[in-house]
T-cell receptor, first 120, second 115 residues
Framework: AQKITQTQPGMFVQEKEAVTLDCTYD???????LFWYKQPSSGEMIFLIY??????QNATEGRYSLNFQKARKSANLVISASQLGDSAMYFC?????????????????FGTGTLLAVQP | KAGVTQTPRYLIKTRGQQVTLSCSPI?????VSWYQQTPGQGLQFLFE???????NKGNFPGRFSGRQFSNSRSEMNVSTLELGDSALYLC??????????????FGQGTRLTVV
């Protein structure tokens, strides 16, 4: 069964430093997608970055980059130059191209999240 | 372009009652998914709809149901509320279905408290 594991319940980082949030996943599918979302205290989930299982290069979006190691089934999020506004919960999620219901769905499986606190 | 709108934002209900939550997706989006978020269980998939049809369903009891209308707006209903149903209910809309890298845009959620 597909599963996402985030082993860091909380992380601290100094403003302007880089931080890595860990994510490992378990799936038997060859085709899958990995997502990172940010959830501030307001509750809304904000999309950050996507990595497909067949993508040969690591995804980058501004200050966010994804360290994708397929053989190790890890998809760590790297935030460079942390800002105070980066303080939030961060969730890793996976989507599979499952066979149920005729093929891929938009269903996301989420990890338990990492609470990031950026200190001035 | 307006984002995903969920109403109401906050709700307090008594055990045994039923509740209906509403989600208006981004204009043009035809796929809507629902998630329940609790401190104990985290984020769990409830169900998803595309073109008024339920396409996938999570592992929740039959008290949880939903539907999608022809304008893509979606509602979810929880009957016979239990204390454990207290949660943040998040709705996500997507422009397509069955495309792996389709981004899901989330609303701010409805926080349901059952007393």
């Amino acid at each position: 069964a597909q599963k996402i594991t985030q082993t860091q319940p909380g992380m601290f980082v100094q403003e302007k430093e880089a931080v890595t949030l860990d994510c490992t996943y378990d799936t038997s599918d060859q085709s899958y997608g990995l997502f990172w979302y940010k959830q501030p205290s307001s509750g809304e989930m904000i999309f950050l970055i996507y990595q497909g299982s067949y993508d040969e290069q690591n995804a980058t979006e501004g200050r966010y980059s994804l360290n994708f190691q397929k053989a190790r089934k890890s998809a760590n999020l790297v935030i460079s130059a942390s800002q105070l506004g980066d303080s939030a919960m961060y969730f890793c999620a996976m989507r599979e191209a499952g066979e149920d219901y005729g093929g891929a769905t938009n269903k996301l499986i989420f990890g338990t999240g990492t609470l990031l606190a950026v200190q001035p | 372009k307006a984002g995903v709108t969920q109403t109401p934002r906050y709700l307090i209900k008594t055990r045994g009652q039923q509740v209906t939550l509403s989600c208006s997706p981004i204009s043009g989006h035809r796929s809507v998914s629902w998630y329940q978020q609790t401190p104990g269980q985290g984020l769990q998939f409830l169900f998803e709809y595309f073109s008024e049809t339920q396409r996938n369903k999570g592992n929740f009891p039959g008290r949880f149901s939903g539907r999608q209308f022809s304008n893509s707006r979606s509602e979810m209903n929880v009957s016979t509320l239990e204390l454990g149903d207290s949660a943040l209910y998040l709705c996500a809309s997507s422009s397509t279905f069955r495309i792996m890298n389709t981004e899901a845009f989330f609303g701010q959620g409805t926080r349901l408290t059952v007393v």
